[in-house]
């Protein structure tokens, strides 16, 4: 009876483990995608046009079709995506300041991301 206690206990903390490591995984990918939904609220306040948009992730999952060994396939599409958004040019302009309209484009449908 004892040795069955002692194993249940061993069975309990693996499991724990596990658990906590699940719980640091699905952390990670949620700081992941908050900042992913970051990147696309800046891009949609910036009106970016549903093509540039559509470009980016296109690219991203492109870039994503065979997944990389040893990486877990949802964070590395996250990332991917986290770092077509971030390289995209619009980000980078300087800030309109309150008060000036931002400068209309002259082919809204060109937008180079």
Known sequence: ???QKVEE???LKTELQMLETERVRLSLVEEKLMDV???LQQLRDLN???RALGKILL???ESCRDP???KA???EVLDTLQQELTACEL???EPVEQGQSPQPLSNPLVISC
Do not use: C
Request: aromatic residues 4%.
């Open 48 to 50: 970016i046009s549903k």
């Open 91 to 93: 980000l980078h302009q």
């Open 9 to 11: 206990t061993e069975l």
């Open 1 to 3: 009876e004892l040795q």
């Open 68 to 70: 990389q060994p040893g």
């Open 59 to 61: 690219s991203t999952l």
């Open 37 to 39: 939904l970051q990147l």
């Open 73 to 75: 396939h949802l964070f």
